[in-house]
């Protein structure tokens, strides 16, 4: 479902407008305390490109999305970038990287998805690799905007990505409202 909201141009414009005050820095502070300074960063999801652009002040950083509106517009705002389309769950590329980094993007994909990503995510990291991801915190599932959204507890979450990585850290944190959301830190086993 979430594919279809993300292909129109009107729909990506509105999902910017929606995003325009998410401020990810602290977030990706706690990603950057893992990995030295030119690490080689793919990003799940860049979507509008905020989180993209805090990453490549100190990464080598390349952006992925599924959508190729947000593709189009990644690449007119950012000329630079590099920019790729893959899929969150099949991660179809033959590159590693050192890290591993998603927003709000792997809540679109149900328990099976979740877990096929999470094991293409540990096979295409550099040993000791480092992925850091964030979800909206709850438990259920709903359809918001047409999008999927897969709610998870620091449980939840630790029991996906523990068969593969070693869990580092899963904290709460203040997207919008006091502990609305998680983050996950983990290194590749």
Known sequence: ME???????????????LAKDVNSSGLIEQFKS??????????IGS?????????????????SDFSEEFLKHLNTNNPDG??????????DTNEKFDGIYSNKVLQHLNDDELKK?????????????????????????????GMFVNYHTAATLNTFFAEHL???R??????????????ILGKKK
């Open 3 to 17: 594919k279809e909201y993300y292909k129109t141009e009107a729909s990506v414009k509105e999902y910017i407008n």
């Open 166 to 168: 070693e869990v580092l």
């Open 170 to 183: 899963i904290e709460s944190y203040q997207e919008f409202e006091a502990d609305d959301s998680l983050f």
């Open 117 to 145: 990503s999470i094991k293409r995510q540990h096979e295409i990291l550099n040993p000791g690799g480092i992925i850091c991801h964030s979800f909206w915190k709850g438990e259920g599932s709903e359809v918001f905007k």
């Open 47 to 63: 979507g509008p490109g905020t989180d993209w652009k805090l990453l490549n002040k100190d990464f080598d950083v390349t952006g």
């Open 82 to 91: 590099r920019f790729i389309q893959l899929d969150a769950i099949s991660l």
């Open 34 to 43: 893992f990995l030295p300074s030119r690490a080689r960063i793919l990003e």
